[in-house]
């Protein structure tokens, strides 16, 4: 089976400061991870993705995130954030032996001026 | 422009009725995806289909069905079975299933009356 957690509901962070949003993951096999975005009342937005390789990946709008296979981690940061960031962050894992991916509950990341 | 397209974007249904929920998409991929999100939670997996002509149940079938006679649609019909049916159902499509990133539609709010 497969499982991922993010294990906070809420990120407040200052805009300008670097920002994380962690994720945690569980798996069988080997894992796919992604990050999505979703602003209020939209369909979710793909942000990046760990296949394989480098584990630093860089993504959309100046987003990154680091796979740890030791800590079973995918945490998506921002070295700077903006206002814009402000919304609801998914982190989503695939085993490769699983037939459909396994969303997180979701983390509000809410940036202030 | 490729992508999904979700309609329509707000329904509202009676007690008893069904109601059809359409999802169409030019981007070509083979699988598609309905997910259903309660304000403030997560996804959850109503159904998925790798190939036309098949599909399987997610998490929460329960009260839902599909079809998928053509390759870009993938209609969802919530039946009166569904006793709960008040949410925001999100379609989704991916070029196949692993490990491709699976892309959203913009939503469809459906509220019970």
């Known amino acids: 089976a497969q499982s991922v957690a993010q294990p906070e509901d809420q990120v407040n962070v200052a805009e300008g400061n670097p920002l994380t949003v962690k994720c945690t993951y569980s798996?069988?096999?080997?894992?796919?991870l992604f990050w999505y975005v979703q602003y209020p009342n939209r369909g979710l937005q793909f942000l990046l993705k760990y296949i394989t390789g480098d584990n630093l990946v860089k993504g959309s709008y100046g987003f990154e995130a680091e796979f740890n296979k030791s800590q079973t981690s995918f945490h998506l940061k921002k070295p700077s954030a903006l206002v814009s960031d402000s919304a609801l962050y998914f982190c989503?894992?695939?085993?490769?032996?699983?037939?459909?991916?396994?969303f997180g509950d979701g983390t509000t990341l809410t940036v202030k001026p | 422009d490729g992508g999904i397209t979700q309609s329509p974007k707000y329904l509202f249904r009676k007690e008893g009725q069904n109601v059809t929920l359409s999802c169409e998409q030019n981007?070509?991929?083979?699988?598609m995806y309905w997910y259903r999100q309660d304000p403030g939670q997560g996804l959850r997996l109503i159904y998925y289909?790798?190939?036309?002509?098949?599909?399987q149940k997610g998490d929460i079938a329960e009260g839902y069905s599909v079809s998928r006679e053509k390759k870009e649609s993938f209609p969802l019909t919530v039946t009166s079975a569904q006793k709960n049916p008040t949410a925001f159902y999100l379609c989704?499509?991916?070029?196949?299933?692993?490990?491709?990133?699976?892309?959203f539609g913009e939503g469809s709010w459906l509220t019970v009356v």
């Open positions: 981007l070509n991929h083979d699988a």
């Open positions: 989503a894992v695939r085993d490769t032996n699983a037939g459909k991916s396994t």
């Open positions: 798996v069988s096999g080997n894992p796919y």
């Open positions: 989704a499509s991916s070029l196949g299933v692993l490990p491709n990133t699976i892309y």
């Open positions: 289909s790798q190939i036309v002509n098949d599909f």
